[in-house]
């Protein structure tokens, strides 16, 4: 997430800790619901009136991030980001994902084509890298759960919430 090593090896790496299946996916999107940034929640009136201006373009799973998705109003067609196959109930990495491949989140943001200001909020290098490569105005260091140091130096503002993200697009 630092950008020290490249993004497929640490999604490989990641997934072999995880060892997926049907029950243990079920368990996690439970713990997720409750782990919800209570800024995410007390600002979900915000997300569900611009889930029309609202992408995720994440390094990590749609049978995790979707559900939650959900929740705040965001639509699943704005929802980009890695999947499984089920491996007769175990989970394996679908490698023809965009989003399994270096640069996936650029590739992406790029085929979207979006028009007007374009700010990326994230918390890890390839979030930047939107920016660094051309497809994003700001690059928002989105830092309330874990700040990496090397990825706030980058940003063009850091933000410790959901709320002060809110703030900073209102005065835009």
């Known amino acids: 997430m630092n ?10 790496d990641r997934l072999e ?24 929640v007390e600002n979900s ?6 889930t029309d201006n609202i992408y995720i373009v994440s390094g990590g799973f749609f049978e995790f991030i979707e559900p939650i998705a959900q929740l705040l109003g965001i639509k699943s067609n704005h929802i980009f980001c890695n999947a499984f196959i089920d491996g007769n109930n175990h989970y394996k990495l679908d ?7 270096n640069q ?8 979207l084509n979006l028009d007007g200001t374009v700010i990326v909020i994230g918390d890890g290098y390839t979030d930047y890298e939107i920016k660094k ?23 063009d503002y850091k933000s410790k919430s959901f709320s002060d993200i809110i703030e900073y697009l209102n005065n835009l």
């Not at 800790?17 to 995410?40: A, G, M, P, V, W």
């Not at 490698?95 to 491949?101: L, R």
């Open 3 to 12: 950008g020290d090593i490249d993004f497929s090896q640490a999604l490989n």
């Open 17 to 40: 800790i995880l060892n997926l299946n049907n029950k243990s996916i079920s368990s996690r999107i439970e713990i997720i619901k409750n782990k919800i940034s209570s800024t995410f």
């Open 45 to 50: 009136n915000f997300i569900k009136k611009n």
């Open 95 to 101: 490698k023809e994902n965009i989003m399994s491949k």
């Open 104 to 111: 996936g989140k650029i590739e992406v943001v790029k085929k």
């Open 133 to 155: 490569y051309g497809y994003a105005d700001t690059f928002i260091a989105y830092t309330e759960h874990v700040n990496r140091i090397k990825v706030s130096k980058l940003a």
